[in-house]
């Protein structure tokens, strides 16, 4: 039986590049630990969420652990996962929980809904023995009191000039073929409390399709316009994925919003590009790894 070439494809965020070395660390690892489970026979949705829990792990992202904090200082995050036959899993506004994309996995693979917010995502994951979890750390605690020292506690959506978003997400084929895609985000400083990102919504921040699958980064509600993802991934339907990147892209630019993407297509060609000044990402295909920082940093 002839298998697919194996492929997968990881962001830690655009438009916060604080630490390039910590954030190239840190996608290698995750990209490392994802494609060894393509490598092991493991879906693609297994690889999506590894790589991606383990950046919810790591505080140099915005996601899980150190994930950026709500005008009154909570820590409501989103993530999804989407498989490309259709089947989506998200939570949005989970507070309390050490790894939202395993929640989010949890929605797809053990429930009837699609996407479970606030309470009762919090409560599914109780339900599924997810421990209480606090992923506040003293430096998003520090954002937020110096946006707020700043003046700035309602700059959002006005934020203007480079915005400080981050969020983590993977794509991968597996050698079926099948491509899966999983997106987490700490959403943005001094947000208002409920709001959510582009993250947890399907065609927004998070699609696959038998076409391809994309994960997004960057200013959510500008991302929400696009619906950058569904966007991006029905380019694929006629040109390689790095064709369709770059065209979508271009749109966002035109724009000017501030966004980012990964992509990988049904052949397994993979795609990124983004419209902000900085952005990380890597992918591994054919055993190889390749690692981009993109940007000044900070
Ligand atoms: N893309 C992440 C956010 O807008 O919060």
Redesign the pocket.
């Known amino acids: 039986m002839r298998t697919s070439p194996l492929g997968m494809v990881c962001h830690g965020g655009a438009g916060a590049l604080a630490d390039r070395q910590a954030h190239s660390d840190g996608l290698a690892v995750a990209l490392e630990e994802g494609y060894r489970l393509l490598r092991q026979s493991g879906s693609a949705l297994d690889a999506v969420v590894k790589a991606v829990s383990i950046m919810e792990d790591n505080p140099v992202f915005?996601c899980g652990t150190g994930s950026?904090l709500t005008l009154d200082g909570t820590a409501e995050m989103?993530a999804a996962v989407m498989t490309q036959d259709g089947r989506f899993g998200g939570v949005c506004c989970v507070t309390d929980v050490r790894n939202p994309i395993l929640v989010a996995e949890k929605v797809l693979t053990d429930t009837d809904h699609a996407l479970l917010c606030g309470a009762g995502a919090n409560a599914l994951a109780r339900r599924m023995g997810f421990e209480k979890y606090d992923v506040k750390t003293e430096r998003s605690s520090n954002r937020l009191e110096t946006l707020k020292a700043e003046g700035k506690s309602s700059h959002f959506p006005r934020l203007g000039g480079r915005v400080k978003?981050?969020?983590a997400g993977a794509v991968a084929i597996d050698k079926h073929g099948s491509l899966a895609v999983a997106t987490s985000?700490?959403?943005?400083t001094g947000?208002m409390p409920g709001r959510v990102?582009?993250?947890a919504i399907p065609g927004a921040?998070t699609y696959a399709a038998p076409s391809g699958a994309v994960s997004?980064?960057?200013?959510?509600?500008a991302?929400i316009q696009l619906m950058l993802a569904h966007d991006t991934v029905g380019r694929m339907k006629t040109m390689p994925a790095s064709v369709a990147a770059t065209l979508a892209v271009s749109e966002a630019r035109r724009r000017k919003f501030m966004v980012g993407l990964v992509g990988i297509d049904a052949r397994g060609g993979v795609c990124f590009g983004h419209s902000t000044p900085d952005m990380s990402y890597g992918y591994m295909i054919a055993d190889k790894l390749f690692m981009f920082a993109e940007g000044k940093g900070k």
């Open positions: 915005n950026n989103d978003t981050g969020t985000s700490g959403g943005i947000r990102s582009d993250a921040g997004c980064t960057g200013h959510g509600e991302i």
